[in-house]
């Protein structure tokens, strides 16, 4: 066991830099949309939105390049968009984890000096029609899921499947979580899905993976969203409240992919929430809001008890009561998350929707007094994690 850590230098370090600028595009299906459109629109937005310009990002965080050399340009296919060089270029290639870890690479460049402006984006076109985009994402490991026949759902599937065996987690449980996600998209105007619905429903949906229904599972579409961070000095001038970054950390690990009889109820998330929580100085108690990755209603209930909301185990109770929802003692995934709104960039998505909520901008949903949040992003079956804390006062 690593001994304890004291994280006051990060903490220090990372008040130099503030998150000033968010933006989303229309979360849909786009077949006249690429991705350049996508990001740039992201991108253009979330500095109209900080009240900068193109001019003033010399950073890139996230993203990925179009090209399918083997040198892939990243930095240069990012500047040229941009119309001029850049200082800074980092991507995290760990699925929707990556997010999360983009927006703490990102401030420590700035708060280093690396760079001035960073801003971290995610999202894009998956191009064709939409029966190729599915089968894409459906099969988004290639040869490690091949190799075993499985697709995506098929992982979570065991995973809840194994949360039911130990446990007695029920299936009207994990319904619960996407219940009270829809709550909170049927007042987020972006999100592709805004009609109530019950736990019959969800319980009655189609299975897609035993256990997982229809209605367990995160949508599939086009979108992009864009974060920008930069100095406390330069964050003074700029157009919205700025946002504080508290703490951060990451984990990873191979043996999601090439142990498929690894334990599925062992995830980093226990580090990450940890580490996160002390490199901020705060307790669970202190977080008012969640926004963390939702591709499936297992990986929700799996997030809270590794996070350290709820011991394991007690997930499927926990949620039972709709805690998450609108009036609930934890709201957790305010836009409507991965299952409700949308999943193009989910993760990134998840810290802008906690972004506005801090600014007090989300109308009849926002969290009356949200003042700190914990943004959790997860990438691959449960196998990499990385969790940042952002608040409106530091």
């Known amino acids: 066991m690593a001994a304890a850590r004291n994280y006051q230098d990060t903490r220090n370090f990372l008040r130099k830099v503030r998150i000033v600028g968010?933006?989303?595009?229309?979360?849909?299906?786009?077949?006249?949309?690429t991705s350049d459109d996508l990001l740039f629109e992201a991108i253009s937005g979330a500095a109209e939105d900080a009240g900068l310009t193109l001019d003033d990002i010399d950073g890139i965080a996230g993203g990925r390049s179009p090209t399918a050399s083997n040198?892939?340009?990243?930095?240069?296919?990012?500047?040229?968009?941009?119309?001029?060089?850049?200082?800074?270029?980092?991507?995290?290639?760990?699925a929707a984890a990556g997010h999360c870890a983009n927006i703490?690479?990102?401030?420590?460049?700035?708060?280093?000096?690396?760079?001035?402006?960073?801003?971290?984006?995610?999202g894009g076109s998956r191009g064709g029609s939409r029966a190729q985009k599915v089968a894409n994402l459906a099969q988004a490991h290639g040869e490690f899921d091949?190799?075993?026949?499985?697709?995506?759902?098929?992982?979570?599937?065991?995973?809840?499947?194994?949360?039911?065996?130990?446990?007695?987690?029920?299936?009207?449980?994990?319904?619960?979580?996407?219940?009270?996600?829809?709550?909170?998209?049927?007042?987020s105007p972006q999100a592709m899905k805004r009609d109530p619905i019950t736990v019959a429903d969800v319980v009655n949906s189609r299975m897609i993976s035993d256990p997982l229904h229809l209605l367990d599972c995160c949508l599939t579409n086009d979108g992009a969203g864009a974060l920008i961070?930069?100095?406390?000095?330069?964050?003074?001038?700029?157009?919205?409240?700025?946002?504080?970054?508290?703490?951060?950390a990451e984990d990873y690990t191979f043996r999601g992919y090439v142990d498929v009889c690894h334990d599925w109820l062992a995830s980093g998330a226990t580090?990450?929430?940890?580490?996160?929580?002390?490199?901020?100085?705060?307790?669970?108690?202190?977080?008012?809001?969640?926004?963390?990755?939702?591709?499936?209603?297992?990986?929700?209930l799996r997030e809270l008890e590794d996070l350290g909301f709820c011991k394991l185990g007690e997930g499927g109770a926990f949620v039972q009561d709709g805690k998450l929802g609108p009036g609930g003692a934890l709201p957790t995934n305010t836009h409507g998350g991965g299952l409700s709104w949308g999943h193009a960039f989910s993760g990134l998505a998840h810290a802008i929707e906690g972004v506005r909520q801090l600014r007090g901008e989300c109308g009849q949903r926002q969290v009356k007094g949200a003042s700190t949040a914990l943004v959790h992003s997860q990438g691959g079956p449960v196998a990499m994690h990385s969790t940042v804390i952002i608040s409106n006062a530091n």
């Open 22 to 33: 968010v933006y989303t595009t229309a979360q849909a299906d786009m077949p006249d949309k």
């Open 71 to 94: 040198a892939t340009g990243f930095p240069g296919y990012w500047s040229e968009m941009l119309g001029h060089s850049i200082r800074y270029h980092s991507n995290s290639d760990t």
């Open 104 to 122: 703490m690479h990102g401030a420590l460049a700035v708060a280093a000096g690396i760079a001035d402006t960073v801003v971290v984006v995610g």
């Open 146 to 187: 091949a190799s075993w026949g499985t697709l995506v759902p098929s992982w979570f599937a065991m995973v809840a499947r194994r949360h039911m065996h130990v446990y007695g987690t029920t299936s009207e449980q994990l319904a619960q979580i996407a219940v009270s996600t829809r709550a909170w998209a049927t007042m």
């Open 229 to 248: 961070i930069t100095t406390a000095d330069r964050a003074k001038d700029c157009a919205k409240k700025p946002i504080h970054i508290l703490g951060g």
């Open 271 to 300: 580090h990450t929430g940890r580490h996160a929580l002390s490199m901020a100085g705060l307790t669970h108690k202190d977080i008012n809001l969640l926004e963390i990755y939702d591709c499936f209603t297992i990986t929700v």
